[in-house]
């Protein structure tokens, strides 16, 4: 009996493959199943052999893990799908021209368990900006090439209230030793701060930059912003709202890009409670105070001169809508701006938490090319 259990379990985890995550918790379930897939493949295939020995279920309980096994191999097969043209679809875009040094593919399994590589090195901690409460930090990955080289502003997720430049480094690492410059920034939070205090926030770091370029041997006529969740709206704004020809690109990784829209489409409150958050960013909801919503979204910025963008995003995602995504891929193509939308069917928030897995493969090769294309050409 325990057997078919453990396999109605093992089934009901596989689901998440196909459903967004009902409850927080399981949300952060379905980051370790669809990004680790070899954690519940390896699991799933020793219980179906264990099975064998079973008396009594043992075809039901083999049959329904066996099911569940090939829902846990069903992201590497898709990354293999939507990876086979990648390449040359961003180089409609971007053109770019092919380096030895890039990721060779979109996905590899062997690297999945080997990592894709690269040299972690203790960032440079540098205060940008003095406040009555905190000095704000950045976290300032240094070029591992010689010369002057393009810098990747990286501003960190966390609903504007949580989260720091230390989260997930293992991107800044990887573009540091490929010859960019990395600043992880840190901004002020909400509910102290509202908006638009962390974009103010991202200009004076860009300021700041510019400032000590020469001794931190910055290019300064090439930026690329790139915000997780909360910072990719933040980065998305920066960007479209500067008006600074230096800043060459934007990444966007599941970022809330419509406010205006986002505010009347909110998560399942077991999920995140996207009502507090907003009183605690805007100071109210729409109704309460409705040009801060238009303030912060992207979409409404969005204009022929906007700078190349890279979007990220996958229908998995709990926490912030896809059609966030969707609205500004339209925006932007009937504006006519360079960008490129990497939808990623199996994805989920947070996609990115390890750079070894499918998304964290397939989005660094995305990366890796757009950068190379906007800071170059």
């Known amino acids: 009996m325990w057997r078919l259990v453990i396999a109605l379990l093992l089934f009901l985890i596989s689901l ?6 009902p409850t927080n918790f399981l949300w952060k379930v379905s980051i370790v199943t669809i990004e680790f897939p070899y954690i519940p493949i390896t699991i799933t295939s020793l219980f179906i052999i264990s099975c064998f020995y079973a008396d ?15 829902f846990y191999c069903l992201p590497i097969f898709e990354v293999h799908s939507r990876g086979k043209n990648l390449e040359e679809d961003l180089a409609k875009n971007f053109p770019f021209q092919k380096k030895n040094d890039f990721l060779k593919q979109p ?18 901690i540098l205060v940008y900006k003095k406040t009555e409460d905190e000095n704000l930090e950045i976290d300032f990955y240094p070029s591992l090439l010689e010369g002057k080289h393009p810098c990747i ?20 690492y990887y573009l540091s030793q490929k010859g960019y410059h990395v600043a992880s920034i840190n901004y002020r939070k909400a509910p102290e701060f509202k908006s638009p205090s962390q974009v103010e926030d991202t200009k004076d770091a860009l300021a700041f930059l510019i400032n000590n370029s020469e001794d931190l041997k910055i290019d300064t006529t090439n930026f690329v912003l790139l915000g997780r969740s909360a910072g990719a709206q933040i980065a998305l704004v920066a960007a479209y709202t500067f008006n600074n020809q230096n800043i060459k690109g934007v990444v966007s990784f599941y970022g809330p890009a419509d406010m205006v829209w986002g505010a009347r489409f909110r998560s399942n409150k077991l999920v995140l409670n996207t009502e507090q958050i907003f009183r605690d960013y805007f100071g109210g909801l729409i109704d309460d105070v ?33 059609f966030h995504s969707v609205h500004l891929d339209k925006k932007l193509e009937e504006k006519k701006v360079p960008h490129y939308f990497l939808n990623l069917p199996w994805a989920s928030h947070g996609c990115d ?25």
Do not use: C, M
């Open 107 to 124: 996905f590899s399994l062997l690297k999945l368990l080997t990592g894709i590589g690269f040299q972690k090195t203790e960032p440079q």
């Open 153 to 172: 502003i990286v501003i960190h997720g966390g609903s504007w209230s949580s989260g720091d430049s230390k989260q997930l480094p293992d991107l800044n």
């Open 56 to 70: 009594y279920y043992k075809i039901v309980v083999i049959f329904i893990s066996s099911i569940s096994l090939v």
């Open 353 to 377: 938490y390890t750079i070894n897995g499918p998304s964290g493969q397939i989005t660094t090769f995305s990366i890796e090319r757009f950068i190379y294309s906007v800071t170059r050409n």
């Open 290 to 322: 409705p040009q801060k919503y238009h303030e912060a979204s992207a979409f409404e910025f969005a204009e022929e001169n906007s700078p190349p963008t890279l979007l990220i995003h996958g229908p998995h995602d709990a926490l912030v809508s896809y």
């Open 16 to 21: 998440l493959v196909f459903f967004k995550a």
